[in-house]
């Protein structure tokens, strides 16, 4: 089990950029993947991005990829998520997730410990 809390949502405009943070706490030594999901209203919850705890390899949603960056700092037991050039269909609540197993980690199949998750509202 590990304890997720995501912080750093608010409201931009359109072209903005903001920066989510999401620490982790408990088994965190078992991760083997931290994930950023996505779920805006009246749609379902979708992947945007993932990280790797110990190698660092990351990946993307096609819909971010060229304007968000995932990171991690694992001394602070944290993964960030850069969201750059936002758009008004960025807007949802933002969602960390961890894995404990490698099969899959990049597509964001077999995620759990999702945190309490932080709005993102972009405005044209």
């Known amino acids: 089990q590990v304890q997720l809390a995501e912080s750093g949502g608010g409201s931009v405009q359109a072209g903005g950029s903001l920066r989510l943070s999401c620490v982790a706490s408990g088994r965190t030594s078992s991760v083997y993947a931290l994930a950023w999901f996505r779920q805006a209203p009246g749609k379902e919850r979708e992947f945007v991005s993932a990280?790797?705890?110990?190698?660092?390899?990351?990946s993307y949603a096609d819909s971010v990829k060229g304007r968000f960056t995932i990171s991690k700092d694992n001394a602070k037991n944290t993964v960030y998520l850069q969201m750059n050039s936002l758009k008004p269909e960025d807007t949802a609540v933002y969602y960390c997730?961890?894995?404990?197993?490698?099969?899959?980690w990049g597509a964001g199949l077999e995620y759990v410990n999702y945190g309490q998750g932080t709005q993102v509202t972009v405005s044209s």
């Open positions: 990280i790797t705890w110990s190698g660092g390899r990351s």
């Open positions: 997730a961890a894995t404990f197993n490698r099969l899959g």
